[in-house]
């Protein structure tokens, strides 16, 4: 079953703070967050494993909510190169804690960010 | 982290022919995966790629219509079949990252006329 992303979409000036939502109806192993530009092909920021973790890559981090099945994606101080398209993907895994291996994507969040 | 070398980049096609995407990794992999990218949407697998085993389909993707092969750890095909104007997408393999996560193809655009 698909992640459900929100916003869909988003709009910022430079500088300026987002935060990106995935939630799930089912009981994840992981979570997963990857930006897309244009005409390219989706790129890894980070993966979240189930924990509470929070993860960080440069101004952009992450948080795993197991319990809730959520995960939120928190830009701050964007730049330009920050537009894109994200989408978290999200990883089941048995009671046993063993991962199905294999990925679900939300329907993405579009983010401009403008000068 | 690996790196995959996906062709072609993009084709157009005639309805029911058929179109073989390559994706060779620089590593070994044990898994590979196909996904379709259909214009403005988001990722959907089509199905994962062992070596030495048949490929395991998602709900509403068939062998018959998407075949793959895996001839060995480093490189797999996809080849769609019969092609129908609803099969204009983007496709891409994937493969896992060695610390998490997973990497990409560059795509194959497809556009079946």
């Known amino acids: 079953q698909q992640p459900v992303q929100s916003p869909q979409a988003v709009i910022l000036r430079e500088g300026e703070d987002a935060v990106i939502n995935c939630s799930s109806s089912k009981a994840l192993y992981s979570v997963h967050w990857y930006r897309q530009k244009h005409g390219e092909a989706p790129v890894f920021l980070m993966i979240?494993?189930?924990?509470?973790e929070q993860k960080g890559h440069e101004k952009i981090s992450a948080s795993f909510n197991e319990k809730k099945q959520q995960s939120s994606l928190y830009l701050t101080a964007s730049q330009l190169s920050y537009s894109g398209t994200y989408f978290c993907g999200t990883e089941g895994g048995n009671a046993g804690g063993t991962s199905y291996g294999k990925l679900t994507f939300g329907q993405g969040t579009i983010l401009t960010v403008h000068p | 982290s690996a790196v995959i070398s996906q062709k072609p980049s993009r084709d157009i096609c005639q309805r029911g022919t058929s179109l073989t995407i390559q994706c060779q990794v620089d590593s070994q992999v044990t898994m590979m995966f196909w996904y379709r990218q259909q214009p403005g949407q988001s990722l959907t697998l089509i199905a994962t790629?062992?070596?030495?085993?048949?490929?395991?389909?998602e709900s509403g993707f068939v062998i018959d219509k998407f075949p793959i092969s895996r001839p060995n750890l480093t490189f797999s095909t996809l080849t769609v079949s019969n092609m129908s104007p609803e099969d204009s997408s983007i496709y891409l393999c994937?493969?896992?990252?060695?610390?998490?996560?997973?990497?990409f193809g560059s795509g194959t655009r497809l556009t079946v006329v």
């Open positions: 790629a062992n070596q030495g085993s048949e490929a395991t389909y």
């Open positions: 994937s493969v896992d990252r060695v610390r998490g996560g997973y990497t």
């Open positions: 979240l494993l189930k924990g509470g």
